[in-house]
């Protein structure tokens, strides 16, 4: 149950009707893409804890704004793609219209106006995905500009940014302690890109986990995210005397990418080398064979990130992450 001396949230109830924050909130507007079951369970908690919907959530719907802007400029297709529908949904659960903006990680001129374009159609908040919720343009123009913004997988530094993020050195930690499980000792791992403070967790958990074992090794090669950058990092790993039995990439493209060097050199996934990935994007489900990775829920956090804009104040949130095996690793061969 919660706590005494606060009101219940929608948090609360997720986490106590075991769903996600989206369920939730199609349950409380009626939407009918919930099954009965589900429907009836969340309805449970709802009336055993007290809650009832924040009316700040729609603050800003009745002051006349009600508009908040989602600036993207990842080069993952799939994983915006999961951040744009849990923006989507939290916006509509909040009463606000959601405006989406392009972006260019890199040109700080670019990142500006992207911001000023927001604020001009009338943007109260922002919702930041990676990378640019590390920029220091981005952050710099969102503070000019007086706006509050939700930094998603990152720190959530400057004024008025809160942010959401799993632990992604615990998850990597988490990945690289199933490998070794597998009897995995020579590990390959693909980096992402240098300006995202992930990526260096990212590393740092796997490097731990390494060296708990003492015959481990973690080999590491650069990458930025992209698939190009994984299929090339995966060929200068494969080129390795010994070969790594295990490639560990900070993504799911680059995974894929990593699964398509390990086919393109002939050799089996995961008999010959086991491949891994990061964030459980569509991809994950739908390459071949099927990637074990990391899920970290970007529709869920974006969902929320919405939700938190019309609530100053709340301080930085942590989301939840989970290994997800599926069949692209194994035992390491002999």
Same mark, same amino acid.
Do not use: C
């Given at each position: 149950?919660?706590?005494?001396?606060?009101?219940?949230?929608?948090?609360?109830?997720?986490?106590?009707?075991?769903?996600?924050?989206?369920?939730?909130?199609?349950?409380?507007?009626?939407?009918?893409?919930?099954?009965?079951?589900?429907?009836?369970?969340?309805?449970?908690?709802?009336?055993?804890?007290?809650?009832?919907?924040?009316?700040?959530?729609?603050?800003?719907?009745?002051?006349?704004?009600?508009?908040?802007?989602?600036?993207?400029?990842?080069?993952?297709?799939?994983?915006?793609?999961?951040?744009?529908?849990?923006? #989507?949904?939290?916006?509509?659960?909040?009463?606000?219209?959601?405006?989406?903006?392009?972006?260019?990680?890199?040109?700080?001129?670019?990142?500006?106006?992207?911001?000023?374009?927001?604020?001009?159609?009338?943007?109260?908040?922002?919702?930041?995905?990676?990378?640019?919720? /590390?920029?220091?343009?981005?952050?710099?123009?969102?503070?000019?500009?007086?706006?509050?913004?939700?930094?998603?997988?990152?720190?959530?530094?400057? %004024?008025?940014?809160?942010? #959401?993020?799993?632990? &992604?050195?615990?998850?990597?930690?988490?990945?690289?302690?199933? #490998? #070794?499980?597998?009897?995995?000792?020579?590990?390959?791992?693909?980096?992402?890109?240098? &300006?995202?403070?992930?990526?260096? /967790?990212?590393?740092?958990?796997?490097?731990?986990?390494?060296?708990?074992?003492?015959?481990?090794?973690?080999?590491?090669?650069?990458?930025?995210?992209?698939?190009?950058?994984?299929? /090339?990092?995966?060929?200068?790993?494969?080129?390795?005397?010994?070969?790594?039995?295990?490639?560990?990439?900070?993504?799911?493209?680059?995974?894929?990418?990593?699964?398509?060097?390990?086919?393109?050199?002939?050799?089996?996934?995961?008999?010959?080398?086991?491949?891994?990935?990061?964030?459980?994007?569509?991809?994950?489900?739908?390459?071949?064979?099927?990637?074990?990775?990391?899920?970290?829920?970007?529709?869920?956090?974006?969902? %929320?990130?919405?939700?938190?804009?019309?609530?100053?104040?709340?301080?930085?949130?942590?989301?939840?992450?989970?290994?997800?095996?599926?069949?692209?690793?194994?035992?390491?061969?002999?």
């Amino acid at each position: 149950m919660t706590d005494d001396d606060r009101k219940p949230t929608i948090g609360d109830v997720a986490r106590l009707a075991g769903v996600s924050l989206m369920t939730v909130s199609r349950v409380i507007n009626d939407s009918i893409r919930v099954r009965p079951e589900t429907r009836a369970k969340v309805e449970a908690v709802i009336a055993d804890i007290g809650y009832a919907p924040d009316p700040a959530a729609r603050i800003l719907a009745r002051a006349g704004a009600g508009r908040i802007g989602l600036l993207y400029a990842n080069p993952s297709n799939a994983y915006l793609a999961e951040v744009l529908a849990g923006a #989507l949904s939290g916006a509509r659960a909040a009463g606000l219209l959601l405006m989406i903006e392009p972006s260019q990680a890199g040109d700080p001129v670019a990142e500006r106006l992207a911001v000023s374009r927001l604020v001009a159609g009338g943007a109260q908040g922002l919702i930041v995905p990676p990378p640019l919720g /590390e920029s220091a343009a981005t952050l710099e123009a969102i503070a000019k500009a007086g706006l509050r913004a939700v930094a998603l997988a990152a720190p959530g530094r400057g %004024e008025g940014v809160v942010s #959401l993020r799993i632990d &992604d050195r615990a998850a990597a930690g988490e990945m690289v302690g199933h #490998l #070794l499980s597998l009897g995995h000792r020579h590990i390959g791992f693909i980096e992402g890109r240098g &300006d995202q403070s992930a990526s260096a /967790e990212r590393r740092a958990g796997a490097e731990q986990a390494v060296a708990t074992v003492p015959d481990a090794r973690l080999i590491v090669e650069a990458g930025d995210f992209t698939y190009r950058s994984g299929l /090339e990092a995966a060929r200068r790993l494969l080129a390795q005397r010994p070969r790594p039995t295990a490639l560990f990439a900070s993504n799911d493209d680059m995974a894929a990418g990593a699964l398509a060097a390990v086919h393109g050199a002939g050799l089996d996934a995961p008999g010959d080398v086991s491949v891994a990935g990061f964030d459980d994007t569509y991809v994950a489900a739908s390459s071949w064979p099927t990637l074990t990775t990391i899920r970290q829920p970007a529709a869920d956090m974006a969902h %929320e990130a919405a939700i938190r804009l019309a609530r100053p104040g709340e301080p930085p949130g942590s989301v939840p992450h989970r290994l997800i095996v599926r069949d692209s690793t194994g035992p390491a061969p002999d």
